[in-house]
């Protein structure tokens, strides 16, 4: 009689513990047997570094039983994508790509639309704009923000704090003065820097930019937006950073993130623009040297007095040569409910997820770090689309580093990229 | 008779399916592709047959233009300094009489590097800022500032043929110090005799009779060098596969262009045409290289 509550008790508590298959998802609709089978899932990048991926498979897998779910790793989910247009077959059913890359493989209808995975009420959890990059021209919705990396201004308190400044630059303008007084070159240290790394870095840091200055980078019709006053303040402003100002070192040209992140945790720069994994990595790796000296602040506004910034996004997408598509649309729905969402921003520092309210659990503010600034950078940031993504991206890293390498004005590069980008649809 | 020919050629049908499969198929693919337009229907790559436009694009393609100027640069500086670099090791080598061993496998050791490791190895001794070049060179007073090699449009080619020399050289001296061992003392003797000084010996004995040795190495590092790509993506590229061939387009190499439209672009057609002028180019160059070599006679 007496073990009767106890037992009661432990049922609840390991219920609770399994208790995804009792949340809500959109597709409890879809009939049981159709979720079976077996798929593969295309991570981006080695699981190793995915912690919070790994461990929300492990709960998919407790709470599909019937499913088996095949762990692929790649690096280079373009070429993956690429090679199963071009030579067919079904190497992989869900994939991890950058939402960058998404647009062209939708427009020949390499993937699979997703929206009976954004019901009205799961809709509403997406913050105006967030959702742009992976929704087709076709007004269908073909990924699901996985994670996302936004940007932010992370600044060295000391350094600062030594050249007379009490709070983080808010303007451009303040960029340029902070960073001229921070800028020591004898003593290897520089005011700001940013990662302009030849590929989509490039397009990602000069769409921040631009958003920040007012401008976006396409009209409706897919035409360039960026050839205005707003997209010359932008790469104006980048340029001069290196060129003029001088407060970046000449070698940003090359800096993915994890370049400006090392440069900004050795101590080499007062302020970065940098992806929001940067936090945790400034925390807790032991090269780090501004462990206790870390600030975070919303990124600088531009002329457009506006906050914003690019969000980086990586949707799990669904190949349209699934032979398993419920499955598929199963294990997508499952890895970004709001129980994966959660656990992706605790268990995996540095990636960050769309909904806002995932950011308003006391759990995460208490255990995700400057919780509060990240979402406040998602909700303010946006991404666009354009159907030939991986040319748009090209042509913007050319004639951007032809500007930056000072071997076309900027009025030579922002004309030449929009006539490029004209001539494309 | 017949039955042994028979024979033979049921020996050899395996391998002979293999090279099919694996090296005609692709070029035949590759032709075909380059004389095709790409759809896509249902997600997969469909062709069909349109001619010869994609080249006659090519002349007006201002992309491929600068890549093939990359390229001609890149090949003639990359393959002409490793010739001469490899010659000076091998001659030096040829001198080495004790720890003869050691001394090869000390200078092999660039070539035994997978060209990407020894392209990351570079990409991270060109950081400007933690960068063991800058550090070394500002040390002993050579720079004043740092110097971004890979950022910098007028350093950023050399640097890239420099590691692609860097990693060749061994290749080079290897194959010249076979050649070298080859050459008789007694004609150095003769020369010795005659009042020739290690000049008249260099140009009258080495040079002459290295050349078949000279020739070959010369063929092979053109092909090597006109099909870069791993090298160029390590110092030049990026890690997450885009190949822009920074900075400005100065080091967009054949290699770089034809990855990026084919698989940043998907435009494989127009991609396969290019990788049919490389193809070309190759053929050319092996042409010409085997036809200097000396016949056995």
């Given at each position: ?23 809500p ?5 879809i ?12 991570n ?12 929300n498979m ?7 039983p ?14 993956r ?5 071009a030579g ?6 869900v ?8 647009p ?7 993937l ?8 009205p009420e ?13 929704t ?5 919705i073909?990924?699901k923000?996985?994670?996302?990396l ?24 303040e960029i ?25 870095d ?11 200055a ?21 790469l ?16 940003i040209?090359t ?33 780090s ?14 002329p457009?007095?506006?906050?914003s ?7 799990l997408v669904?190949t349209?040569?699934?032979r398993?598509p ?7 729905d ?6 994966s969402q ?7 520092p540095g ?16 255990r995700?770090?400057f919780?509060?600034e990240?979402?406040?950078m ?7 689309y ?12 050319e004639?951007?580093h032809a ?14 990229a ?8 | ?5 028979l ?7 395996p ?14 693919f ?16 469909a062709?069909?047959?349109s001619g ?14 600068n890549?093939a ?23 030096a080598?040829?001198?080495?009489r ?12 660039p070539?035994?590097?997978?060209p ?17 070049v ?20 007028a350093t ?11 990693i ?10 076979a ?6 003392d ?5 020369v010795?005799?005659d ?11 080495t040079?002459?009779l290295l050349?078949p ?23 030049a590229g990026?890690k997450?596969g885009?190949v ?12 770089l262009?034809i990855w990026?439209?084919a698989?940043e ?8 045409a ?24």
């Amino acid at each position: 009689m007496t073990r009767l509550p106890l037992v009661a008790a432990l049922a609840s508590i390991l219920c609770a513990c399994a208790g995804d298959p009792g949340q809500p998802t959109a597709l409890d609709g879809i009939a049981d047997g159709e979720v079976g089978g077996s798929i593969t899932f295309l991570n981006n990048g080695p699981f190793a570094y995915d912690p919070a991926t790994v461990i929300n498979m492990d709960r998919f897998d407790a709470a599909h039983p019937e499913v088996s779910v095949s762990r692929v790793e790649d690096n280079d989910i373009l070429a993956r994508l690429a090679t199963l247009v071009a030579g067919g077959g079904e190497d992989f059913d869900v994939a991890e790509p950058s939402a960058v890359n998404v647009p062209q493989f939708i427009d020949i209808a390499a993937l699979m639309p997703l929206d009976e995975l954004f019901p009205p009420e799961e809709m509403a959890r997406y913050p105006k704009g967030t959702l742009d990059a992976v929704t087709g021209r076709d007004g269908h919705i073909y990924g699901k923000p996985h994670y996302v990396l936004p940007q932010v201004l992370l600044y060295n308190k000391r350094l600062l704090a030594e050249a007379g400044f009490d709070r983080p630059p808010e303007t451009w303008e303040e960029i340029v003065a902070y960073g001229k007084a921070l800028t020591h070159p004898e003593k290897d240290q520089w005011g700001y820097a940013f990662g302009l790394s030849p590929n989509r870095d490039t397009y990602h840091i000069f769409a921040s930019y631009l958003y920040q200055a007012g401008a976006t980078l396409f009209h409706e019709d897919y035409s360039a937006a960026f050839n205005n006053d707003a997209g010359r303040q932008a790469l104006q402003f980048m340029v001069d950073v290196l060129n003029t100002h001088k407060i970046a070192p000449a070698g940003i040209t090359t800096y993915d993130g994890d370049a400006v992140q090392d440069l900004f945790i050795r101590g080499n720069a007062a302020m970065v623009q940098n992806w929001g994994y940067t936090i945790d990595r400034a925390l807790n790796r032991e090269e780090s040297v501004v462990r206790d000296d870390l600030g975070v602040a919303l990124l600088p506004v531009g002329p457009s007095g506006e906050l914003s910034g690019y969000l980086v996004m990586f949707p799990l997408v669904a190949t349209s040569s699934t032979r398993n598509p419920a499955t598929a649309k199963a294990f997508i729905d499952f890895m970004t409910n709001a129980e994966s969402q959660k656990r992706m921003l605790i268990d995996e520092p540095g990636n960050a997820v769309v909904p806002p309210d995932i950011f308003a659990l006391p759990e995460v503010r208490e255990r995700v770090p400057f919780a509060s600034e990240i979402g406040t950078m998602i909700e303010a940031s946006r991404a666009e689309y354009h159907p030939k993504s991986g040319q748009v991206v090209t042509i913007l890293v050319e004639e951007v580093h032809a500007a930056m390498a000072m071997t076309k004005s900027v009025e030579q590069a922002l004309a030449n990229a929009e006539a490029r980008v004209n001539q494309l649809m | 008779m017949a039955r042994n020919r028979l024979y033979a050629y049921s020996f050899i049908s395996p391998a002979l399916f293999v090279v099919l499969a694996i090296v005609v198929y692709p070029v035949f693919f590759l032709l075909q592709l380059s004389v095709s337009e790409v759809s896509f229907v249902q997600a997969r790559m469909a062709t069909t047959l349109s001619g010869f436009n994609h080249f006659s694009d090519l002349i007006s393609d201002g992309a491929f233009l600068n890549s093939a100027y990359r390229t001609g640069i890149f090949t003639v500086s990359s393959v002409f300094l490793s010739l001469i670099t490899g010659l000076g090791v091998a001659l030096a080598v040829n001198k080495v009489r004790k720890g003869v061993t050691l001394v090869r496998l000390a200078v092999l050791l660039p070539w035994l590097l997978p060209p990407v490791v020894s392209g990351l190895i570079w990409r991270w001794m060109f950081h400007d800022q933690f960068g063991l070049v800058n550090w070394i060179l500002m040390n002993v007073g050579l720079l004043q500032n740092r110097q971004p090699w890979m950022a910098d449009v007028a350093t950023a080619m050399p640097s890239v043929i420099w590691v692609d020399v860097w990693i060749h050289i061994p290749f080079v001296a290897i194959i010249l110090l076979a050649g070298l061992q080859t050459i008789p003392d007694e004609l150095y003797e003769a020369v010795r005799v005659d009042g020739g000084s290690s000049l008249h010996s260099f140009w009258h004995v080495t040079l002459p009779l290295l050349r078949p040795y000279l020739l070959v190495v010369l063929l092979i590092r053109a092909i090597f060098a006109l099909r870069v790509f791993d090298i160029v993506v390590m110092l030049a590229g990026s890690k997450f596969g885009s190949v822009a061939g920074a900075p400005a387009g100065t080091t967009q190499v054949f290699g770089l262009l034809i990855w990026q439209r084919a698989i940043e672009h998907l435009k494989f057609a127009e991609s396969a045409a290019i990788a049919v002028v490389v193809l070309v180019l190759t053929f050319v160059v092996s042409f010409f290289s085997i036809k200097m070599l000396p016949s056995k006679t």
